[in-house]
């Protein structure tokens, strides 16, 4: 059963880089591909972006150049840098596993959920 | 940029049929999939590629799609399945949900 846990630092002020991990355990990075989704407090749901085990990424194009997914296969971790953040950056964050074939995919399997608040 | 439409809400009583329609161009072309989100949960895949159900999930969730449109049906609804309900499906390698669905049984 693969599990996913989030963590890192709870508040971020505004302007700075917001900076969250996700663990993952009985399953390899290695394969598939591993994703951000996001959630502010009421609303639905949106997708940050993904990546693959090889390295390469996609994001929101609504978040523009403001995203960066990285993999560290070596501790089976990956993580999102957002840069830049306002108040609307503010939400629960979720990592989940993308498993996908030709014709789109699915998130199977997903952490807990960390809620992040960017304030002063 | 892909969009997908649902309803904001669907009431439906105890024991009847549910069903929340998901629309977006030419979705019957792409595989879609649904969640099930409770307050203070993540959510919770329930069905996948169209109308494929994740093991564990009862067989009163169906999923179908044509056309523009995607659909999830709850048969003999019960009180537990009063949860927000998102679609998902994909468009040019994004990832892309719906506003989800309130889903009220009543």
């Known amino acids: 059963q693969v599990q996913l846990q989030e963590s890192g630092p709870r508040l971020v002020k505004p302007s700075e880089t917001l900076s969250i991990t996700c663990s993952v355990s009985?399953?390899?990075?290695?394969?598939?591909?591993w994703s951000w989704i996001r959630q502010s407090p009421g609303k639905g749901l949106e997708w940050v972006g993904y990546i693959y085990s090889s390295g390469s990424t996609n994001h929101n194009p609504s978040l523009k150049s403001r995203v960066t997914i990285l993999a560290d296969t070596s501790k089976n971790q990956f993580s999102l840098n957002l840069t830049s953040v306002t108040a609307a950056d503010t939400a629960i964050y979720y990592c989940a596993r993308y498993f996908t074939g030709t014709t789109g995919g699915y998130f199977d399997y997903w952490g807990q959920g960390a809620l992040v608040t960017v304030s002063s | 940029s892909y969009e997908l439409t649902q309803p904001p809400s669907v009431s439906v009583s105890p024991g009847q049929t549910a069903s929340i329609t998901c629309s977006g161009d030419k979705l019957g072309d792409k595989y879609s999939c649904w969640f099930q989100q409770k307050p203070g949960q993540s959510p919770v895949l329930v069905i996948y590629?169209?109308?494929r159900r994740p093991s564990g999930i009862p067989e009163r969730f169906s999923g179908s799609s044509s056309g523009n449109t995607a659909t999830l049906t709850i048969s003999g609804t019960q009180a537990m399945d009063e949860a927000d309900y998102y679609c998902q499906s994909w468009d040019s390698s994004t990832v892309v949900f719906g506003g989800g669905t309130k889903l009220t049984v009543l």
């Open positions: 590629q169209d109308n």
């Open positions: 009985g399953g390899s990075i290695s394969s598939h591909f």
